[in-house]
């Protein structure tokens, strides 16, 4: 029998969000597994926690996702010039294996490599991931039997991040675990995940998520020191992070955040920073001397132009575009009607950087997934944007698949890959603009329609403001009417008033 401090603590627990009452598209869904929940269902009462069919789901969803590579595997990774293209499976993983000198036991950054790229052009973490991958590949047999056991086993490394994912998704709103199935049934998620090693970054950066809503703070730069360590996108979201403690005045929290994260970098990349600089530095060099590369709406310019920009002319207007639009996420930050969610800005700062970026390799796709989940969980807007992407994943391989076939011209020519960028670009920005509109019309934002202020905000959830700008600073204007049960805003304890609210 429970005790009564347990009973106690569960009848005060918020109730779940259930999807199929509050997104149309959810409830139809749920037809196909018996219909809507109804009124007087019985919920926390079954093993199936939302947290475990979550998690199973997304691992049956990346085991689709290598099915969906196995033509590759079975040889179009090592025979035919276009053929892994042409059936849309191409993985640099097997390919590198021997590439980047893991086939030859090479140590990465350490030992130079043969060919045009001297040392491995990875973070540190992710090529000690790869490295580590290499230790549990058989090292004898012929080269496509070592290429096919390193990609196996990266993908299973890979699955358990792409689990982390979708749990640490799953409890970071705590009354939405059912969210956490938009992550584990993305395709572009399980089409994308075994192409590179992004699930890596991706994984840490949904953990660091979680860590912030729980009021972790020193674990959320950790991790996402570590985070960065793999990849470097996740270090924008400390730009988002630093305006919303600004408005809502949690200088402390940011500075644990802040610390953690420079100290899990430095500790990770310092050794390798000093015993081998020269292989340390290869991932900065080449980011930063890569051509105008796929995916990009620089491409479009640079192939329709009879004087394309130099490389360091992108470089610094692709520079300036993202400085642009993380000045433009302040404003709106600092003069919203409402604080806006620290998922949301997390979400159009990362989107801000893939679609000014010289390139964009189909599987940056993982890096919004989580996020997108966690700023807009509606159905019909993520299936949008994930149609576009699954459409822009075709359309990278039939373009590669036309330029690699010779007289054949079998796939997409360069006109239509130019209209397979332009659909991935426009549907980005479309959940842009919808995040936008439910930071200018908070009542629009499903989260806060159930009730919720900013349940991915830890100490910025229902905390008071301190510094606005524009609108926001004019309490009149923050007064706007919400369908669904009242939140209490602005104020720690939940309880203020307009009155307490500052000028």
């Not at 985070?227 to 992070?241: D, N, Q, R, S, V």
Request: some cysteine; proline content about 7%; charged content about 15%.
């Amino acid at each position: 029998m429970p005790s009564a401090e347990s009973t106690q603590a569960r009848a005060h627990e918020p109730d779940p969000v259930p999807p199929t009452r509050e997104d149309p598209v959810a409830r139809s869904g749920s037809e196909l597994i018996g219909g809507p929940l109804g009124r007087f269902a019985l919920t926390g009462t079954s093993w199936w926690t939302p947290v475990r069919v979550v998690a199973l789901l997304a691992i049956g969803m990346f085991a689709l996702g290598l099915v969906q590579k196995a033509p590759c595997y079975n040889g179009a990774w090592f025979f035919g010039a276009s053929s892994q293209y042409t059936k849309a499976c191409y993985s640099d993983i097997p390919h590198l294996y021997q590439g980047r000198g893991f086939a030859d036991g090479l140590v990465p950054y350490f030992d130079k490599l043969p060919g045009d790229m001297p040392y491995l052009e990875y973070p540190v973490l992710t090529g000690v991931f790869m490295e580590v991958a290499g230790w549990f590949t058989p090292g004898s047999g012929t080269i496509q039997h070592q290429e096919q056991w390193y990609w196996m086993v990266n993908a299973g490394m890979l699955m358990v991040c792409a689990a982390v994912i979708a749990v640490s998704v799953a409890r970071t709103h705590a009354r939405r675990p059912w969210d956490g199935l938009l992550v584990a049934l993305a395709p572009a998620f399980a089409l994308t995940a075994t192409i590179n090693w992004d699930l890596l970054a991706v994984a840490l950066t949904a953990a660091a998520m979680l860590m912030w809503s729980r009021g972790r703070a020193l674990a959320f730069g950790v991790l996402l020191g570590l985070a960065t360590a793999a990849k470097l996108y996740p270090l924008f979201l400390l730009g988002p992070l630093f305006v919303l403690c600004w408005r809502a005045g949690k200088w402390r929290e940011f500075g644990k955040a802040l610390g953690g994260t420079a100290v899990a970098w430095i500790v990770v990349n310092l050794p390798v920073m000093v015993l081998a600089w020269d292989g340390w530095a290869q991932f900065y060099r080449f980011s930063h001397d890569r051509g105008v590369d796929f995916g990009s709406f620089w491409l479009i310019l640079a192939q329709n132009s009879t004087d394309p920009l130099t490389t360091d002319t992108v470089n610094t207007l692709a520079t300036l575009l993202v400085l642009l639009g993380c000045a433009g996420i302040a404003v709106v930050t600092l003069t919203a009607p409402r604080r806006p969610r620290f998922a949301q800005l997390a979400f159009l700062v990362v989107a801000v950087f893939i679609l000014t970026n010289k390139v964009y390799s189909p599987q940056y796709v993982l890096w919004l997934v989580p996020l997108a989940v966690l700023a807009r969980p509606k159905w019909r807007d993520f299936l949008i944007w994930q149609a576009c992407e699954v459409l822009y994943f075709l359309g990278i391989w039939m373009y590669l698949a036309y330029t690699t076939s010779g007289d054949a011209h079998k796939g997409l020519p360069q006109d239509g890959y130019h209209w397979a960028i332009a659909v991935h670009l426009l549907g980005t920005l479309y959940l842009c603009a919808v995040v936008v509109r439910d930071i200018l019309l908070p009542e629009r934002d499903p989260v806060r329609r159930a009730g919720d202020d900013d349940p991915s905000g830890g100490v910025l959830d229902g905390a008071r403001d301190v510094f606005v700008l524009g609108p926001a600073a004019r309490p009149q204007d923050r007064e706007t009417p919400v369908e669904g049960p009242p939140v209490e805003w602005g104020s720690e304890a939940g309880t203020s008033s307009p009155a307490d609210r500052p000028a």
